[in-house]
């Protein structure tokens, strides 16, 4: 499982990666943690050209606090993100969320980035920034852009990024004293992809984002859910119950580890889980 | 024709300069250019952690690092966790404790427990095992090398 | 009287005590010499297409282009390789009816399952050896796909090969007594079950591996060898090479893992050493993850109707099944794909005593990975059918699970005797295993905890096992049949000039202890302190002919060479002292490395300075002593065709009835395995083979889909145990001595992966009986317990 032959380029500026992305001969992927891309190129189901390094591009480096959101580069690692006082302060729902994404030595090189631009089906990350309703910046030659989470995320592997531009920055509001996280997921083994999973954040008006993963073809907000979520400040067990009926808007797609069926009673297992954990 | 690239990093302490097949991993890189065989190859997809060390300080998966990657960093593999790791006594419990049957997980699984050790983790063995768990052992059933290390953290708290 | 038996009247340093392995000290610096380790002047590589069908006519391969790559040495076909080697067929003439046809290292004209190796680049690095794969054109014609097993056998279905008239490779049918008869009786309660076992892998860490050289001039091929049964492969190599055996040199020095999966015949290893000859240079092979998943040899595919018929007090009438067992294209040669079956015919029911059997097992041909012996062989089968019908069984009368193995367990002084299917038991302590069992897990308190947490809707089960294990095995097992597979052993020891001794021996070490425990007893029979002892295996070219490792045989077979041949060197050695200290040998004994006086301890001669006077001033010896300061002692089973041992064992689980998900809170293993000899050794075996049941039971199965394709070849989608999710692991002991031998060890490696799976399902359908649902599918993953409870479906 030997990777085949490409060309590698170390950019250390933005529009350096992104003439490089523009130059078609050149048949460029980017390598930003390589966590997942080196496996697949190990399994030679990735053939790029040209693999751009963009771990040293600084622009894309950093965590920063702004007066409503944090800003987080492209090219933060997981551990970072575990390390970090601002995230923990600002963002507890990724702090909730990172001990369950894979192991140690993966989140030490894996990014923010990577995950996002990936667009895992069963990844954590994808469905945070749905339940936070962040955005992620998109640079390209025309521009730079904010594309909302919420229509980010477009089926495996697919997202609004186009393959000539750059994911730069995660952008997250940040949580409220009165706002309330929930999460849950359920793996066959710790570290391993969800076989489902929830993201839950509550905002102070009692306004709900309920995102799932690991049970369609992307990460997904449950709206028929949220709307039958939202406005209650405790959770009852008819409430719940409620809910997990409305579950049944997901397409829910199967896998090795589940099929539909079960991947629909575990999701509805998780969400109860994770609602009775907000508190 | 393989691209190759000149790349210097310092593996336990020693400078190298060579010149590498850009494609090339870490793992195979230290493996077949520099002779360090102490770091294994097991799935070459980032799973098993057989191939897990130091690069700069932090563990990683070296078959998922390009070896020009490398260029300009720090590695410490088994070769160099007694002197530069400061293992000896996490190396001695191992060994005392038949934390090890075939050998093969052993470099990866010491990278990890140095880890855990290294950023004063409690000898806690649920907190230890959520902890090796991206290290896959087929000999031991873990439980020798969980009471490995609480040892070792046990006798370094006196 | 002095002998070899004399060693366990005193004190021992070495022989019982948890000793560290001395070979671990160098895996923990990074020094092990696994075989992709090696580099060799001009060693190129070896890198296999395989085909992505699994059944396939071969209809053209163009390597033309392929050959003109960079970097590439040469490019065989199937057909290349066939004209350089004899085919093989994996049957044995005591498994009578057992047929295969003849198979070469590569597929010549058919590929008959999805990984099978079609041509072979040999390249100057693996990375361009795999580039150059993608520039060989093969025409393939896809033919069905024989993939389920009962399908396999009925007239519609396709033929794997036509010489045959089925799909059926071999059948056996077991009888004692009459079944049907006793259960037809009135006072018989008979319960029936389908029991399904998942087909699955060994995953060593380390990969298939192999280095293989040829001198021109000494027409000598050396293989380095990541493998179990060194002699084996050299027979094999030098048949279907045309060479002479003591041309073929095989090699084995650490190995990373591997439970029976490294002790079979591979094409691929075979075709390397055949372009070793061709090219005479260096050629290395190292299998990747992917073409692990799909050439290391499967096992434990069945599919078993199962019947028990009890009376209301819990005796057993009798038991019999229905086993349906899919393998590969063809039986692995050469132990056979049919051993697995025919352990578990013959060991179903083993630990009980009752008078009926039946049971009939269908070894049928696939097209899939190969399969044969892993760990513990057909025993996790045999013990979980007869273990969880019987714990079914005492469900249906109201009886608990230890009352009715209390029933129905040979007595411990019934030795010894004769199970119904005719294995032959003796030293067997099947009670005595139970009650330490039953004492270090607190059995009660474990009931209580289980019904208070009933009564707050957590599930929680006990289950248990009793089993034997086939360790020890004698020539009955496989060189009665025509395999070319030792059951002696042999040891030698030599003293050298400075009073340390060197000894050999022809099993071997994948991680176990072999090492060490011979170490340890050569240094105890001797009198050597432990650190004077090196011990060498593993090489034919140096260590006496035997049979490696498999059936769990190291300690009871090697250790018992290792013995006879410390105990022959020290008389050598005190005939010698006596000389030269004019004394009478019984007067004399060796202890720390000095001949003393036997009575006082007093110091004589050390080993050294008697050692010097041999070998550099034998002047001071009488002319007609010529003393050797090396024995050689070989060692085989002959009273009986194995040596069991027993065990009992237990599973606490809680099964979570939302999510399906199983949690095991604890597991304890009581083994009787005879003269423990390095405890701490023995006691990880088990619970390194408990965690592979584990992995059998819940996590791990190879899936399929209909046009035989594995879907999970990977470690994200295979799923092995990890450790988060492993139980602590309580092992004890009970030692009940093998009257076979001095030494009084049986084997101890494979019990822990015989035993967990059955108390395992055990545990789970204790917790679920109050919800009138059961688990009869292994692995027994989530999704199968959800739909168990009904909860989806």
Known sequence: MKAPDFSYEKPTSISDVLALLANDELDSQLLAGGQSLMPMMNFRMANPGTLVD????????????????????????????EQSTIIKTHCPLITLVLPYVAHAAIRNRGTIGGSIGLSDPAAELPAVLLALDGSIEVTSRNGVRLEPASSFFKGVYETACEPDELITKIILPKAHLKQNFGFHEVARRHGDYAMAGVCIAQDSDLSIRVAFFGVADKAIRATNVERLLSGSASFSHDVIKDAQNATSEIEFEGDMNASPEAKQHIANVVLERALKGMK | ?????????????????????????????????????????????????????????????????????????????????????????????????????CGYCTAGMLATSIEYIEQGNPADREKVKEHISGNYCRCTGYQAIVDAICTTIEERQG | MSGPATIFDKPRDYIGKSIP???????????????????????????????????????????????????????????????????????????????????????????????????????????????????????????????????????????????????????????????????????????????????????????????????????????????????????????????????????????????????????????????????????KFTADRLESFVTDIHARDHVVDAKIGVRKDGTIVGMGFNDFTGIGPFSMYPRTSAIECNQILNLTGAPYQFEHYHAVGNVVFQNKTLMCQYRAVGHPIAMAISDCMLEEAARAIGMDPVQIRRKNLIPDDAYPTKSATGMRFDDLSHHACLDKLLTIMDYDALLADQAENRDN??????????????????????????????????????????????????????????????????????????????????????????????????????????????????EQVLDVAAVILQAKPEELDIAYGEVVMKDTGEQKISLGDLAKIVYYRGNELPNDLQPELIATRHYRVTDFPFVFTNGAMAAHVEVDTNTGFIKILHFWAVEDCGRVINPQLVDDQIRGGVVQGIGGALYEECVYDTDGQMQNATMADYLVPMASEMPEITVAHVETYTKTSVLGAKGAGEAGTGGAPAALMNAVNNALAPLDCGMWQMPMTPERVLRALGKIG
């Open chain 1, 54 to 81: 963009i771990s040293g591009v600084s622009e894309l480096a950093g965590i920063t606090e702004c007066t409503d959101t944090i800003e987080i580069g492209a090219m933060v690692r997981y551990c970072e993100l």
């Open chain 2, 1 to 101: 024709m393989t691209k190759t690239a000149q790349i210097a990093v310092t593996v336990n302490g020693e400078k190298y300069v060579e010149d590498v097949p850009v494609r090339m991993n870490l793992a195979d890189f230290l493996r077949t250019k520099l002779g360090l065989t102490g770091t294994h190859v097991g799935c070459e997809h980032g799973v098993c952690g057989a191939c897990t060390l130091f690069l700069d300080g932090v563990t990683a998966r070296s078959c998922l690092i390009l070896a020009v990657q490398a260029d300009g960093a720090q590695v410490t593999t088994i070769e160099g966790y007694e002197t530069d790791k400061n293992a000896s006594d996490l190396i001695k419990n191992f060994h005392n404790r038949n934390a090890l049957q």
């Open chain 3, 457 to 570: 809707g957590i599930y929680r089960g006990i289950g248990f096992v009793s089993l034997v294990e086939v360790t020890n095995p004698s020539p009955m097992f496989y060189g009665i049949g025509g395999a070319p597979i030792a059951s002696q052993d042999g040891a030698t020891v030599r003293l050298d000039a400075a009073g340390a001794l060197h000894v050999s021996s022809s099993v071997t070490e994948q991680g176990q202890g072999t090492n060490a425990i011979l170490q340890q007893i050569a240094a105890d029979v001797f009198g050597v302190a432990m650190e004077r002892v090196k011990v060498t295996t593993g090489d034919t070219a140096t260590v006496p002919y035997g049979g490696g490792t498999w059936a769990s045989r190291g300690a009871g077979i090697g250790g018992e060479a290792m013995l006879l041949a410390s105990q022959a060197l020290k």
């Open chain 3, 21 to 283: 392995r001395s070979d671990a000290a160098r895996l923990l610096r990074g020094q092990g010499r696994y075989v992709d380790d090696m580099q060799l002047p001009r060693m190129v590589h070896a890198v296999f297409l395989r085909s992505p069908y699994a059944h396939a006519k071969i209809n053209s391969i163009d390597v033309s282009e392929a050959t003109q790559a960079t970097g590439v040495i040469a490019v065989y076909t199937g057909k290349d390789i066939a004209k350089h080697v004899e085919p093989y067929i994996g049957v044995l003439s005591h498994l009578p009816g057992l047929r295969s046809p003849a198979q070469y290292p590569l597929a010549v004209d058919v590929a008959r399952w999805q990984g099978e190796p079609v041509a072979v680049v040999v390249c100057t690095s693996r990375a361009l050896g795999e580039d150059a794969l993608g520039l060989i054109n093969i025409s393939y014609e896809q033919l069905p796909a024989v993939t389920d097993t009962l399908d396999a056998l009925s007239s519609e279905s396709p033929l794997i090969h036509n010489e045959y008239d089925s799909n059926l490779a071999w059948k056996r049918e077991v009888e004692a007594g009459n079944l049907e008869e006793a259960l037809a009786k009135e006072d018989v309660i008979i319960v029936e079950k389908q029991i399904k076992f998942g087909r699955h892998t060994g995953v060593t860490l380390e990969t298939r591996a192999t280095v293989c050289d040829y001198i021109p001039g000494d027409d000598e091929l050396i293989m380095y060898y990541a493998g179990q049964a060194p002699h084996m492969l050299q027979f094999i190599l030098a048949k279907h090479m045309n060479m002479l055996e003591e041309n073929v040199r095989i090699v084995a020095h650490d190995v990373g893992g591997s439970f029976g999966i490294k002790v079979h015949t591979y094409g691929d290893e075979i075709a390397t050493a055949i372009i070793a000859k061709l090219l005479r240079r260096p050629v």
